[in-house]
């Protein structure tokens, strides 16, 4: 074998295994514990698409002042974006405290996405196995048929006279 062709047939591997290799980047998305809840929803809605994407996302909450006084309400923060991305994402690092900063990254879980998408599609399109309430078909019910009244009323006493007069 030639020395040419075995460093060609090298750098071929190593082009096709850089190909093949995903390279995964961590996102970072800043709160605040005062954030109002329109800059939450829509910082949640950019870390939920980034998760999609499938990024890792860092989330950081700055505290300033007096707030180092009071992390359970940057772990509330924290734990609300937890369950607004619940569907596209798992935590991967639990929130910890690093100086002025409490930081957790949370890492996509295709297992979620893929229910997610499912019970997305399952509310579109229902299928006749599980049938939503609106277009469940009611079986109907067969009404007995009319059977001859024997408490005496009048339309029976009127037939029983005309069959008796004859």
Known sequence: MDYGKYKYEAAQKAKESRRKASSVS???????????????????????????????????????????????????????????????????????????????????????QAAAERARRQAENPTPENPTPETAEVPETPEPAAAPETNGSAATASTTATTSEE
């Open 26 to 112: 961590i996102k970072e998305m800043k709160y605040r514990p005062k954030i109002s809840r329109g800059d939450f929803d829509t910082k949640t809605r950019k870390v939920e698409r980034f998760l999609h994407d499938g990024h890792k996302v860092k989330v950081t909450l700055t505290f300033r002042g007096r707030e180092m006084h009071h992390p359970e309400l940057g772990k509330r923060i924290l734990d609300e974006v937890v369950e607004a991305v619940a569907d596209v994402g798992r935590v991967e690092i639990m929130p910890r405290i690093d100086g002025r900063n409490m930081t957790m990254v949370m890492a996509p879980d295709r297992k979620a």
